[in-house]
């Protein structure tokens, strides 16, 4: 098991930037694939973006794609997501998770394929 915890969440005006981070605690981070996801109220949580523990697979949701960029730096156990031309309708519970993947380019797009999550960090974008 790994532990996470998010950071970097808060209010911001339509149109600006935001940069998420996840740390990774309790077991070799580089052996995980990675993906954010997000809760809105009264909606499921949907995948933001993910990708795997090399790096070189991600994945973008579409409504994200161009302005959402996830990375990771394994030598610091930490995830980010930045995240540019915000919307109102980003607006969310954004929650990253952890998935212990053998395969370097292999990453997963469902909850239920993750068994690790962080407590989530608040995002709301004003118009």
């Known amino acids: 098991q790994v532990q996470l915890v998010e950071s970097g969440g808060g209010l911001v005006q339509a149109g600006g930037s935001l940069r998420l981070s996840c740390a990774a605690s309790?077991?070799?981070?580089?052996?995980?694939?990675m993906a954010w996801f997000r809760q809105a109220p009264g909606k499921e949580r949907e995948v933001v973006a993910a990708?795997?523990?090399?790096?070189?697979?991600?994945y973008y949701a579409n409504a994200v794609k161009g302005r959402f960029t996830i990375s990771r730096h394994n030598a610091k156990n930490t995830l980010f997501l930045q995240m540019n031309s915000l919307k109102p309708e980003d607006t969310a519970v954004y929650y990253c998770?952890?998935?212990?993947?053998?395969?370097?380019?292999?990453?997963?797009?469902?909850?239920?394929?993750?068994?690790?999550w962080g407590q989530g960090t608040q995002v709301t974008v004003s118009s």
């Open positions: 309790g077991h070799t981070f580089r052996n995980y694939a």
């Open positions: 990708g795997s523990w090399s790096g070189n697979s991600t």
């Open positions: 998770a952890a998935r212990e993947e053998y395969s370097s380019a292999t990453f997963c797009l469902k909850v239920r394929d993750y068994d690790n």
